[in-house]
């Protein structure tokens, strides 16, 4: 007996696959975020814990709150979405909605999965190079480890998903003990990483006085560059004004708290109104020039003939 033509069709996706679809697209790009968030969290942890202070420098430093900071919003965000998304789909897939056999949930848990491999062998790639490099030892050790952790949890889970048998009307322990894993971790890094970054209110500030160290370094540059020109210092900064001035092109005179004045020939001091105390974290040269506890710091200047370098006097005057 011959097979008719509907035998020998392949079984149409029971439900909406163009729905089942989105719903494994949003959970795996809920999930990329997860990882990495999670990634950044640990990792800057590990920077922190394990510095490398002789490298330190005005434009290197391994620790950067930045990273924990998008990790922590990263976590946020995701998590609640892939634990969401990720029900819908289990519950879709008891119902018998998603068949075990779904293309739709094949394929995008393959390319996923080999999206997720061509990641970890790109880090671990990079986490080498920085060991042959000179990095320390613990720290590549560390952050290897929290690589395979990440990827193996992955990995082992959606293996097992894919491979699972008679789903229709089935729950598994495995899915709840992979949900709690996921909000434990989550838990444990989110409290863990706001104690190593800054409070909002706090990053404003600095963020603030940064500007205000980028305007005094501005207002300086002119004060030295004039005085190369007309081998005097200004008597006031309003000479600017109508020059091709770093300081007043950029708008940073918009600070009232930064003041001029002339001492004697050579000699100069600006003062500005600081938020925060940067003393501890200065790192590199230029940034140990603008040193400054809280409140209102004079730094006193003097003028050099020739270039542009700034010359630091002893300590400024708070």
Aim: proline content about 3%; some cysteine.
């Amino acid at each position: 007996m011959e097979p008719t033509v509907a035998s020998i069709q392949p079984a149409e996706e029971k439900g909406n696959p163009a729905f089942h679809f989105f719903l494994y697209l949003v959970s795996f790009l809920a999930l990329i975020f997860v990882s990495f968030g999670l990634g950044n969290i640990l990792f800057q942890i590990v920077n922190k814990l394990f510095s490398e202070q002789d490298r330190m420098t005005e434009y290197f430093n391994d620790f950067d709150q930045g990273g924990i900071r998008f990790g922590i919003a990263a976590l946020i965000i995701a998590v609640p979405t892939y634990l969401w998304v990720t029900f819908v789909i289990q519950k879709k897939i008891g119902a018998g909605e998603i068949s075990e056999k779904s293309k739709v949930r094949r394929w995008l848990t393959y390319i996923v999965l080999f999206f997720a491999a061509a990641t970890v062998i790109g880090d671990l790639i990079t986490l080498l190079t920085n060991f042959l490099s000179g990095d320390i030892a613990t720290r590549f050790l560390l952050k290897t480890l929290i690589i395979f952790v990440i990827a193996g949890s992955i990995f082992s889970y959606y293996f097992w998903e894919i491979r699972r048998k008679n789903l229709e009307g089935q729950r598994f322990l495995e899915n709840r003990i992979a949900f709690a894993g996921v909000v434990v971790c989550t838990i444990a890094a989110l409290v863990t990483g706001f104690f190593f970054i800054d409070s909002p209110r706090v990053a404003r500030d600095k963020r603030l006085d940064e500007q205000t160290v980028s305007a005094l370094s501005s207002l300086d540059y002119d004060v030295q560059l004039y005085y190369d020109n007309v081998k005097k210092l200004p008597d006031s900064i309003d000479i600017f004004r109508d020059k091709q001035s770093t300081y007043f092109q950029s708008g940073l005179e918009l600070n009232p708290s930064i003041t001029y004045e002339k001492r004697s020939e050579m000699k100069y001091s600006i003062c500005a109104e600081f938020r925060v105390d940067n003393q501890q974290e200065i790192v590199g040269k230029y940034d140990s020039q603008w040193g400054h506890a809280a409140g209102r710091v004079c730094f006193e200047r003097q003028a050099t003939e020739g270039n542009s370098d700034i010359i630091k006097l002893p300590n400024p005057t708070p």
